[in-house]
């Protein structure tokens, strides 16, 4: 397909268009942990799609319940209307949840569930009765998808900078907490930075702005930016924080939720209860896109008021619980239980770690970090040159490896099923290995 029409129609999301399309990285099929390329070769995929496929591609399982959905019920009207699959994968999600979080929106992606998220926050503060609770709180560093609310909450500058004027008002940004010169080469969770999550009440103070504050939003452990797994007593201080403030916690699971982090959400993992949580992606494992908002049952009691005819909520999406999709995802969460994936993620962890620091003393290596099943390996970014010697790593991968990561600048990105096998982990960091030590 390489040069032909089709290559330049279309226009790539977060992707050097240009670059990409001198020599295209294609694939063309899947099949449980491997694509295979348009020149036939087998790769493996060490991104689990993108972030999203934990339990590998093409699961027969999922595969068998979309095909049977699609020819069953394709669609149906969703407001005031609704399909039994929707309200089937609602029940089943809830059961994933913590303790008190007893209904679901349905979205389409990560993107619109943070949106959907900051809308519900700040809704349920005017329902409160706490009309001027309209600030919001993200993190530099943070990634919350790219319309309107997850930009402006999010801490990416080149995502920002061409819609600085247009952001929703009144948004503020915590420091992120990610540190190499105090916490590089971290295993797990840093000792240093917890204090951080002090600025919040620092935000509330020197602005003289207590109740005026709607809700924080952060990611348990940030994932698009490159593995900022979050320091030791840094969620539990900002859950304090925000308790003792009247500020909604919202935790963005996209990449945590299901099993990413060994637990169904990050918020089990660390033992500390948001407000509201994001999720989209591993919930139908990639194959059909959605997302959804949980939240903890005052939020929604709290809505239920007004006359019973009317929504109580002006938001929703003519996809939002679209049958097929809701198919695909009852199948993955029944397919999570009946594989206990949380648990074999989990057990996979430790020597996830190990294979991942072993790059600790690499002399193209600046950080390494990890949490879960996800890591991050930070390359010495060449001078004036930034993101070229991560882009090589990952291409030399493609073409003489057969292996697909993910790189965000020079940043190597590693997110395994959680049902790898150990010797392909094993094989896959031979492989970084091997392009590393050839890296000028
Ligand atoms: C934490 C987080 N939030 C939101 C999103 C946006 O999700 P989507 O690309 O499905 O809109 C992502 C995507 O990676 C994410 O990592």
């Not at 190499?180 to 003289?208: C, M, T, Y």
Request: glycine content about 10%; charged content about 20%; aromatic content about 10%.
């Amino acid at each position: 397909m390489k040069n032909s029409s089709a290559v330049d129609a279309y226009w790539m999301p977060f992707t050097g268009n240009r670059d990409y399309k001198k020599n295209p990285r294609m694939v063309v099929s899947a099949d449980g942990h491997h694509y295979t390329s348009s020149d036939g070769r087998k790769l493996y995929d060490g991104f689990s799609g993108l972030w999203t496929s934990g339990l590998g591609h093409c699961h027969p399982k999922i595969v068998d319940a979309v095909q049977q959905q699609v020819a069953h019920l394709d669609l149906c009207l969703t407001f005031q209307f609704g399909n039994d699959r929707a309200f089937e994968l609602a029940e089943k999600l809830t059961k994933f949840t913590p303790k008190g979080f007893g209904r679901c929106f349905f979205t389409n992606s990560g993107s619109e569930s943070v949106d959907t998220a900051l809308k519900i926050a700040l809704a349920f503060q005017r329902l409160q009765g706490h009309e001027n609770r309209t600030r919001l709180i993200g993190r530099h560093r943070g990634y919350h998808g790219v319309n309107f609310g997850g930009i402006s909450v999010g801490g990416i500058p080149p995502n920002r900078k061409m819609f600085a004027s247009n952001l929703i008002n009144g948004v503020d940004h915590m420091s992120h907490t990610h540190n190499i010169n105090e916490a590089g080469f971290s295993r797990g969770q840093p000792k240093w930075g917890g204090h951080l999550a002090e600025e919040l009440d620092g935000l509330l103070v020197s602005d003289d702005q207590e109740g005026s504050i709607a809700a924080v939003i952060v990611e348990p452990v940030a994932g698009a930016t490159g593995i900022l797994p979050p320091p030791l007593g840094y969620l539990e201080r900002l859950r304090e924080i925000c308790t003792k403030h009247g500020i909604l916690l919202i935790f963005d699971e996209v990449i945590t939720g299901f099993g990413r982090v060994g637990a169904s959400f990050a918020a089990e993992r660390f033992g500390v209860t948001p407000d509201i949580i994001t999720c989209a992606k591993g919930l139908t494992n990639g194959v059909i896109p959605m997302g959804a908002v949980l939240v903890k049952d005052e939020i929604y009691d709290t809505f239920m008021s007004g006359p019973e005819h009317m929504p109580e909520l002006f938001h929703g999406y003519t996809y939002s619980g679209h049958p097929v999709a809701a198919a695909a995802g009852i199948a993955a969460l029944e397919v999570y239980e009946e594989e206990g994936s949380f648990q074999q993620s989990r057990e996979l962890e430790e020597m996830f770690a190990d294979e991942a620091h072993q790059f600790d003393d690499h002399p193209r290596v600046i950080d390494v970090r990890n949490f879960g099943l996800m890591a991050a390996i930070e390359l010495e970014p060449r001078e004036s040159a930034a993101g070229t010697r991560g882009l090589e790593v990952h291409k030399r991968l493609f073409w003489d490896e057969n292996l697909v990561i993910r790189n965000t600048m020079d940043i190597l990105q590693f997110c395994p099923f959680l049902n790898a096998k150990p010797h392909d982990i094993r094989s896959m960091f031979g492989a970084v290995k091997r392009v590393l030590d050839g890296l000028e």
